[in-house]
């Protein structure tokens, strides 16, 4: 098995790829069994689907789950994630929330600039702790899937004291939360998505589920490193074909850190001619260029 790169500036060439790919990959004995295509939200989907009935007459027996939904629930399969009992945003919220009104962070020899955010008038310190409680879950939320190690080096206590900003209060108040649900630290991999897959990308001797069909990821523009090893992962066992939209046909891999600066010193060096100042006002790259060089770097890494 093997993964495969499809990269095309036009999202219609890569939709006629992918229906042509789903309609040479099923036969006459697996016609009921259905196709899953991975994208990046609910309005990439409908289009697709609109542009599958488009050119085959229907659009049936396709699953058009989102990447963290689908990893989730594939990693529950091999047993590394309860997909049921993860610690979502909106549970964690509550708990900091709890938390936060104990003022048990009162007694942290240092607690950083959340002792300061949470002091002074009482009349707005519910406000405050609720506000703060639902930027923190959000936040660890975010580092759990991309920050993974952060997350066990804080349950471990691995690491007690770093010069990060915010780290060493961020550390104990995320340790006091899972104190307080009454979690351990193998629980608390299991109910977070990027600990588990961290995890499970970690072990060598992995389980074969047994099923060879084929997995598409459509129009993903981003994906945690953490998800693109587990698809690298997959493809050992599966095909995976992965659809990418590029903002343009060159390498990106080439595209300086600062474009606009890279060519009006080429101008002023004169090795721009006149006839390319066009590359001057090209928005696309601009705008968009680095994000897609350096997913374009991660994808070809592979």
Request: charged share 20%; aromatic share 10%; with cysteine.
């Amino acid at each position: 098995m093997s993964l495969h790169l499809v990269e095309s500036p036009q999202q219609e060439q890569l939709a006629e790829a992918l229906v042509r790919q789903l309609a040479g990959s099923t036969s006459a004995q697996d016609c009921l069994q259905t196709s899953t295509v991975i994208v990046q939200n609910a309005g990439l989907g409908r289009w697709l689907r609109l542009w599958h009935a488009r050119h085959c007459g229907i659009s049936a027996g396709v699953k058009m789950p989102f990447a963290q939904s689908y990893i989730a629930k594939e990693m529950e399969g091999l047993g590394g994630y309860e997909r049921w009992q993860e610690l979502s945003p909106q549970v964690l919220r509550w708990q900091i929330f709890t938390f936060l009104q104990s003022r048990g962070f009162e007694v942290w020899a240092d607690a950083g600039p959340l002792a300061g955010y949470l002091s002074g008038d009482q009349g707005t310190l519910e406000g405050r702790c609720w506000a703060l409680s639902m930027r923190l879950a959000d936040l660890f939320d975010r580092y759990a899937v991309h920050r993974p190690e952060w997350i066990e080096a804080w349950l471990s206590r691995s690491l007690k004291e770093s010069a990060l900003p915010h780290w060493n209060w961020q550390a104990q108040l995320f340790r006091a939360v899972v104190e307080q649900m009454g979690l351990t630290p193998e629980a608390i991999q299991k109910r977070l998505i990027g600990p588990a897959l961290h995890s499970y990308l970690n072990t060598s001797d992995i389980p074969d589920d047994g099923r060879r069909d084929p997995v598409y990821v459509f129009g993903i523009s981003s994906l945690p490193p953490l998800f693109l090893r587990f698809f690298e992962r997959l493809a050992r066992s599966r095909e995976v074909y992965l659809y990418h939209l590029i903002p343009s046909n060159g390498y990106l891999g080439d595209l300086p850190q600062q474009y606009r600066t890279s060519l009006l010193a080429q101008l002023d060096a004169g090795e721009l001619d006149m006839d390319q100042m066009d590359l001057l006002e090209n928005g696309l790259l601009i705008a968009n260029g680095q994000p897609a060089a350096r997913f374009q770097s991660l994808l070809l890494s592979l």
